[in-house]
């Protein structure tokens, strides 16, 4: 069993920045993978970012990339998305995400085993 718990959501302004936090906590649990997922009122969630935990290997959607940056501390159990250059259609709940197992399908909702309760992100233009 793993716990996540994400902190960071809030309300800004467009070109603003954004930090959101997961922590994974639980006991002896295997981990290959942390993400990001993200869910706007009448649309499918729709994959963010996510990376390896022991490599720490990224992926990005392409409506993010070059804007969002994630980063894992590995001995915190921690991952970190760094949202720059904020934009209105980024206005979503962000939820963190975590995968035992390889899947090989990093930007598909399913691979993930562990999900959080989400956070409000919302930027205003």
């Known amino acids: 069993q793993v716990q996540l718990v994400e902190s960071g959501g809030g309300l800004v302004q467009a070109g603003d920045s954004l930090r959101l936090s997961c922590g994974a906590s639980?006991?002896?649990?295997?981990?290959?993978?942390m993400g990001w997922f993200r869910q706007a009122p009448g649309n499918e969630r729709e994959f963010v970012a996510a990376?390896?935990?022991?490599?720490?290997?990224?992926f990005y959607a392409d409506s993010v990339k070059g804007r969002f940056t994630i980063s894992r501390d590995y001995l915190k159990n921690t991952v970190v998305l760094q949202m720059n250059t904020l934009k209105p259609e980024d206005t979503a709940v962000y939820y963190c995400?975590?995968?035992?197992?390889?899947?090989?399908?990093?930007?598909?909702?399913?691979?993930?085993?562990?999900w959080g309760q989400g956070t409000q992100v919302t930027v205003s233009s």
């Open positions: 990376i390896t935990w022991s490599s720490g290997i990224s």
């Open positions: 639980g006991r002896a649990f295997r981990l290959y993978a």
């Open positions: 995400v975590a995968d035992r197992d390889y899947s090989g399908a990093y930007y598909s909702s399913d691979s993930y085993d562990y």
